[in-house]
């Protein structure tokens, strides 16, 4: 096939999303418009139950985004200036940033090399007396090993607040992600599995006084119009988004099936492939395939992303910098060579395109040229 006959694949095709479900969509933004519930109100309360129900979980509370999830949750669970929080080096900036916005200082720990999340046995030898929790990330749509960290949370007497910006849905031995911690936080970013038209976030949790802080903490410290119990902070999900979001839940399990049956065939195509090994979730993991991750030799990596941009593919790299290389944490102290594995994954790894509306036909386009980039450059099979 030449290039100039492709249509570009993206990383993400939202546009292709909309299409398929602007008949439902319309409506619902309209029904907001209409009723100008655009802060609080039924339409947030409606979805807040919805996404309940799907995470399993007896409370959710909207949030501004999924950053700020985190940040609620944290301060609602009393984290403070000299606190530490472990979390991993492998993460989106969010997660570290939350709980460095608390005052706490962000404990970074290396990943398990296998399936790039946070590693157990690191978060073990991380815990101090200043240790207050734990923040693990379910990377790429995959669960991190939460009976392990749980085991060590219960051990210490940590608490956990799962990062599932990823992986709305992942879940571990048939226990969904989301009821391991006493608090979950999500992202509705666009591209997310579950996206808002705009920033929107919500943690879940089973904690009924847990929900009153966070919802304190969330909503201005307030407990009448004009009356404020704590100093709190404004980050509280929208009607539009809240609306945008219950017509796209229905929609999420179909999606959800779509993304494992386009990486399952992405796994067989790619198997045996020499110079090519696809990130897979371990046994009674299941992925929610937020992201579909390859790792190709270090020196391949970036020749690999301009092969594919020459044949119309959008790649991507999650994350290209480990967070205790990124200058914003310079302060933590940490040396290059600290996390290993981090590191070494950070230059090996390609996120290939991955969305419910991906046909076979562009599949087979990125598997073709992946396996012509691996036959033109030999020293890739090694
Ligand atoms: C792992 C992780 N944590 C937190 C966030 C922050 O979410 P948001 O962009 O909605 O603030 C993201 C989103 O990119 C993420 O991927």
Not at 149 to 167: K, P, S, W
Not at 180 to 185: E, I, M, R, Y
Not at 327 to 334: E, F, K, P, T
Request: aromatic share 8%; proline share 6%.
């Amino acid at each position: 096939m030449s290039v100039a006959s492709v249509t570009r694949i993206p990383l993400v095709d939202l546009g292709a999303q909309y299409a398929s479900i602007c008949d439902e969509v319309l409506p619902a933004i309209e029904a907001v418009l209409r009723s100008s519930a655009f802060i609080h109100g039924p339409f947030v309360a409606a979805f807040e139950r919805e996404m309940a129900v799907f995470a399993d979980t007896q409370h959710c509370i909207g949030s501004a985004n999924g950053t700020e999830a985190i940040f609620v949750a944290l301060k609602a669970l009393g984290v403070k200036a000299g606190d530490e929080v472990i979390t991993v080096a492998n993460t989106f900036t969010a997660t570290a940033e939350a709980i460095a916005w608390t005052g706490a200082v962000p404990r970074l720990v290396d990943i398990d090399p296998a399936d790039h999340l946070i590693d157990p046995a690191a978060v073990a030898a991380a815990v101090n007396s200043r240790t207050v929790g734990i923040v693990p990330v379910h990377l790429f749509g995959q669960p991190a090993r939460m009976p392990e960290l749980h085991e060590i949370a219960r051990r210490h007497g940590l608490f956990i607040v799962e990062d599932a910006a990823q992986a709305h849905g992942a879940s571990e031995g048939g226990r969904p992600v989301g009821t391991f911690g006493q608090a979950t936080t999500y992202s509705f970013y666009p591209g997310k599995n579950l996206g808002a038209y705009g920033d929107a976030g919500a943690v879940t949790t089973n904690d009924a006084d847990l929900e009153r802080q966070i919802r304190l903490v969330s909503d201005h410290g307030r407990v009448g119009r004009y009356e404020h119990t704590v100093v709190g902070y404004g980050s509280r999900l929208d009607g539009l988004q809240a609306a945008i979001l219950s017509v796209k839940l229905k929609h999420l399990p179909a999606w959800t099936a779509a993304r494992q049956r386009i990486a399952a065939r992405y796994d067989a195509l790619l198997a045996g492939m020499p110079g090519i090994r696809a990130v897979t979730p371990r046994p009674g993991a299941v992925s929610v395939y937020h992201l579909y991750v390859v790792e190709v030799a270090a020196a391949c990596r970036d020749p690999l992303r301009e092969w594919l941009d020459q044949y119309g593919i959008d790649s991507g790299i999650h994350y290209p910098i480990p967070l205790h290389l990124q200058a914003a944490y310079a302060y933590l102290d940490h040396a290059e060579g600290e996390f290993p594995h981090a590191e070494a994954k950070a230059r090996q790894i390609v996120s290939l395109p991955v969305y419910p509306e991906l046909t076979d036909a562009q599949q087979d386009h990125i598997v073709s040229s992946v396996a012509a980039f691996l036959d033109a450059h030999p020293a890739a099979r090694q």
